[in-house]
C-alpha cells in the first residue's frame, strides 16, 4: 500500500480491521464463504474509522487484509461468556472447545480419539455459547454414549388372528362322515363359520328353515343336494335327541299329560315330537312310524 507495516498508519489500519471482524464477520469461516453484504457493510466501517481508505477503488487493502486474516490456521474464535477458545483448523470440519493449553499445533492435526467408556465413566458434554452474539458458530450436540444403558424391549405375544381356521372337531368330522354320501371334506367349512361341536349342530337344526338354507348357502356354499343331505342328518339327529327325552319323561308326569289328551298315548308322543319338528322340511321317521300333519298314523 506504499507504506511500511511497522508505520503507525498500517497498524492503526490493520487494528481497526481486526476489530471489526469479529463484528461483522464468521470467524470460523474463510474470505471467500463470508456473507457478501457483512463483507460490505465492514467495509464501508473501516472507511469511516480510516478516512485514506476511501482513495483506493473498492477499498481493496482492506478486502486484500481480510482475505490473509480469515485464511490464517492460527485465527480462533473466543466466546465472551466463559473464555473457551475454538481453534479455527479448516481439516476438522467438527470443531470442539479446548483449553488455551491443549490447542493443537499449527502444523498438526488435532488428535481424535475414540473410545468407550464404562456405564460409571459416562459423563455429559455441554458446549456453552454466547446467547447474545448473533455470529456464534453452530456447536454439533454430543452424540449418545455407546454406553448408556438401553432399555429392554419385552417381548411382544402375537395376537391371535381371527381368521385362523379352527382344528376340525371330532363331532363336527364324525357327523358329516356319518352321512351319505360322505361330506367329512367340508367339516373346515364348518368350523370356519362357527361350528365347532355338537352343541353348535344342535343349535344349527332348530333354526328356521330361512335362517338354515341362508346359512347352508351363503356361509357355508353348499351345493343343493349337500344342502338336503345335511338338513336330513340334522333333523334326524334332532328327532333321535327328542325321542330320548321323551323317554326321560317321569312316568307321573307323562301320565298327567295323557290324561289332558284323553288317555291316547300314541297321540302324545307324536304331538310332542311333531310340534318340535314343525316348519321342517325333512319328515323325521321314528322306525316303522311316520308323522305327517293332517295324515292318519299307522305303524
Given at each position: 500500500m506504499g507504506f511500511s507495516r511497522s508505520s503507525k498508519d498500517y497498524q492503526k489500519f490493520a487494528r481497526e480491521v481486526r476489530r471489526l471482524v469479529p463484528l461483522y464477520l464468521d470467524t470460523s469461516l474463510r474470505y471467500p464463504y463470508q456473507n457478501p453484504v457483512q463483507v460490505v457493510r465492514l467495509v464501508e466501517k473501516a472507511q469511516l474509522e480510516v478516512p485514506w481508505l476511501k482513495v483506493y477503488h473498492d477499498a481493496w487493502p482492506v478486502r486484500a487484509y481480510l482475505k490473509r486474516h480469515l485464511e490464517k490456521p492460527k485465527?480462533?474464535?473466543?466466546?465472551?461468556?466463559?473464555?473457551?477458545?475454538?481453534?479455527?483448523?479448516?481439516?476438522?470440519?467438527?470443531?470442539?472447545p479446548v483449553s488455551g493449553s491443549d490447542?493443537?499445533?499449527?502444523?498438526?492435526?488435532?488428535?481424535?480419539?475414540?473410545?468407550?467408556?464404562?456405564?460409571?465413566?459416562?459423563?455429559?458434554?455441554?458446549?456453552?455459547?454466547?446467547?447474545?452474539?448473533?455470529?456464534?458458530?453452530?456447536?454439533?450436540?454430543?452424540?449418545?454414549?455407546?454406553?448408556?444403558?438401553?432399555?429392554?424391549?419385552?417381548?411382544?405375544?402375537?395376537?391371535?388372528?381371527?381368521?385362523?381356521?379352527?382344528?376340525?372337531?371330532n363331532e363336527v368330522s364324525s357327523f358329516l362322515g356319518s352321512l351319505v354320501p360322505n361330506l367329512d371334506h367340508l367339516a373346515a367349512r364348518f368350523v370356519t363359520a362357527g361350528v365347532t361341536d355338537r352343541k353348535c349342530l344342535e343349535g344349527l337344526a332348530v333354526l328356521w328353515?330361512?335362517?338354515?338354507?341362508?346359512?347352508?348357502?351363503?356361509?357355508?356354499?353348499?351345493?343343493?343336494?349337500?344342502?338336503?343331505?345335511?338338513?336330513?342328518?340334522?333333523?334326524?339327529?334332532?328327532?333321535?335327541?327328542?325321542?330320548?327325552?321323551?323317554?326321560?319323561?317321569?312316568?307321573?308326569?307323562?301320565?298327567?299329560?295323557?290324561s289332558l289328551m284323553g288317555g291316547d298315548v300314541q297321540s302324545f308322543d307324536v304331538l310332542a315330537i311333531g310340534e318340535l319338528w314343525r316348519g321342517e322340511s325333512d319328515v323325521p321317521r321314528f322306525g316303522h312310524m311316520m308323522y305327517e300333519p293332517g295324515l292318519t298314523f299307522a305303524s
Open positions: 485465527c480462533r474464535r473466543r466466546e465472551t461468556s466463559r473464555g473457551t477458545i475454538y481453534p479455527c483448523n479448516h481439516r476438522d470440519s467438527h470443531r470442539r490447542a493443537p499445533d499449527n502444523n498438526r492435526p488435532p488428535n481424535i480419539n475414540l473410545a468407550v467408556s464404562t456405564s460409571s465413566e459416562c459423563t455429559t458434554v455441554a458446549a456453552d455459547t454466547a446467547s447474545n452474539s448473533p455470529l456464534a458458530t453452530y456447536v454439533p450436540e454430543a452424540a449418545p454414549s455407546l454406553c448408556a444403558d438401553r432399555p429392554v424391549r419385552p417381548a411382544i405375544k402375537p395376537r391371535p388372528s381371527y381368521h385362523v381356521v379352527h382344528d376340525v372337531t328353515d330361512v335362517e338354515k338354507d341362508a346359512f347352508l348357502l351363503d356361509d357355508l356354499r353348499l351345493t343343493a343336494f349337500q344342502r338336503r343331505v345335511v338338513r336330513g342328518a340334522l333333523a334326524r339327529t334332532m328327532a333321535r335327541r327328542s325321542e330320548l327325552g321323551l323317554r326321560k319323561w317321569s312316568p307321573g308326569l307323562k301320565q298327567e299329560m295323557v
